[in-house]
């Protein structure tokens, strides 16, 4: 008797590991084709470590057996290479590149993207960087940052990068003269003849002779209207989206194009993103542009940014282009009420509206934006309404009550003909000063906030 109880006792006691282990065995995922388990893991790579092999997608292979296989018979799992110099772990070197060597290995014959960060000029792995650009060929992104380019690492694959299409490169430490003496990194993307995508933090372009008959997406640094003009005219008919800012350390310049050059004509062009003087707009035309934000002012060294006038060239590149915008930002420019009225009456696709911080203008813009029956109405398909007006010193051009009709009535607007779309979500900053904790107004923005459509930012600031 006692034996037998004894055996009871041992095997009710591994019962649990015997239902876990039965549970495990028939889980639903084990019935998965090798192919779907593969599409599960590549979409949950993000952005891999290399070199933490207890990290995704290394443990994959430590699950079982047939995860293992999966991993080792899909290379795209291992397509993505990232490298910093901060990020190698405490391994020694030849522990690390063994890492490195096994990652590519993995990756086969697939296209790669590769990130290449030098921690400003520090002993950077020169080893990784000659295994890695040996394998150039199958670039199809990349992102070069910092002191990387100063060096002759990249030699290597100028001639090289048959398959890349985009090119991010970050300097954050680089000045012009700097950049002239180190013209590495310029030779070394010249030839490249699918590149579509170019990124640059600083003005780069300006000196990087890069391929543009494929371009369609194109973000750097300028520092004139001329410099736009001749970035824009030789892939005019191939840009997609356009993003040109002015920021430090290169101050913004007067010159300008010819006064008999011609407009151009950016035919396929869809989005425009802008922080310069605003000028550039009187010099396009773009029939198809979709999305506009621009931020009109001009930086003077040492003193700060300061606004410019953006009203007559948006109307102009409006009334001029006649394309189907459907969002349009507007942030830190003079522009007055009417002639942002005038922008909105030409714009009745407009889907996204923006307005941060605009010098010049008053609340009357809401007039003809308030949804009234029988009352003509502008922006019948707005959606997506953000406004600051917390940093300017005129809040005594902001009215709570006009802000307030017009956020009422188009959140629920009494729509019986559906004409009018209503508001999905309004983000607002609002100057604190102008409506006191216990003014009926301030009621009347607690209620807005309540189906959380309505965002509500309390400013107490008053700069200029």
């Not at 736009?228 to 101050?251: G, K, M, S």
């Not at 349009?328 to 522009?335: D, F, H, Q």
Request: one cysteine or more.
């Amino acid at each position: 008797m006692y034996t037998q109880t004894r055996e009871l006792t041992s095997f009710f006691s591994v019962m649990p590991q015997i239902q876990q282990n039965t549970a495990a065995a028939t889980a639903t995922i084990r019935s998965l084709p090798g192919e779907i388990l593969s599409e599960i893991f590549m979409h949950a790579v993000g952005c891999p470590k290399v070199f933490d092999v207890k990290c995704f997608p290394w443990t994959l292979g430590h699950v079982s057996s047939s995860w293992r296989s999966i991993t080792l018979s899909t290379p795209q799992l291992w397509r993505y290479i990232h490298i910093r110099r901060t990020c190698l772990g405490p391994y020694a070197r030849p522990v690390w590149m063994e890492i490195l060597q096994e990652w590519i290995k993995r990756s086969g014959e697939c296209l790669l993207s590769v990130v290449i960060e030098d921690d400003y000029g520090g002993d950077f792995p020169r080893e990784a960087i000659e295994l890695i650009t040996a394998h150039s060929r199958r670039w199809v992104t990349a992102s070069i940052e910092a002191y990387l380019a100063h060096r002759g690492d990249l030699e290597v694959i100028r001639g090289n990068i048959p398959a890349l299409q985009e090119i991010q490169i970050h300097m954050d430490e680089m000045m012009e003269e700097n950049f002239k003496r180190h013209t590495t990194i310029t030779n070394c993307f010249q030839i490249a003849p699918r590149l579509r995508v170019v990124y640059t933090n600083y003005a780069l372009y300006h000196f990087l002779p890069m391929p543009t008959d494929n371009l369609v997406d194109l973000a750097t640094n300028i520092r004139s209207n001329l410099e736009i003009y001749e970035l824009l005219r030789p892939c005019a008919d191939r840009l997609v989206r356009v993003n040109l800012h002015n920021r430090t350390p290169f101050a913004w310049t007067n010159e300008m194009p010819p006064a008999n050059a011609p407009r151009l004509l950016l035919s396929a062009i869809e989005s425009i993103q802008l922080q310069t003087d605003g000028k550039v707009l009187d010099m396009l035309t773009v029939p198809q542009l979709k999305s506009l934000s621009i931020d009109a002012f001009i930086r003077v060294p040492e003193t700060g940014l300061f606004p410019v006038s953006i009203g007559p060239s948006i109307n102009s590149l409006i009334s001029r282009s006649k394309c189907p915008l459907i969002s349009l930002s507007i942030g830190s420019s003079k522009m007055s009420s009417a002639e942002l009225i005038s922008a909105l009456a030409a714009l009745p696709l407009l889907e996204s509206l923006s307005l941060s911080d605009p010098h010049g203008l008053d609340s009357t813009f809401f007039i003809p934006i308030t949804y009234a029956p029988g009352t003509t109405l502008l922006l019948p398909r707005l959606e997506s309404f953000r406004f600051g007006w917390g940093q300017l010193e005129n809040h005594v051009n902001f009215s709570p009550d006009l802000t307030l009709n017009f956020l009422e009535s188009r959140l629920h607007p009494d729509n019986t003909d559906n004409q009018i779309q209503p508001l999905r979500k309004a983000h607002l900053i609002l100057p604190r000063k102008s409506i006191p904790m216990s003014s009926p107004q301030n009621t009347r923005f607690e209620a807005l906030t309540a189906d959380y459509k309505v965002t509500i930012i309390w400013s107490p600031c008053r700069y200029q």
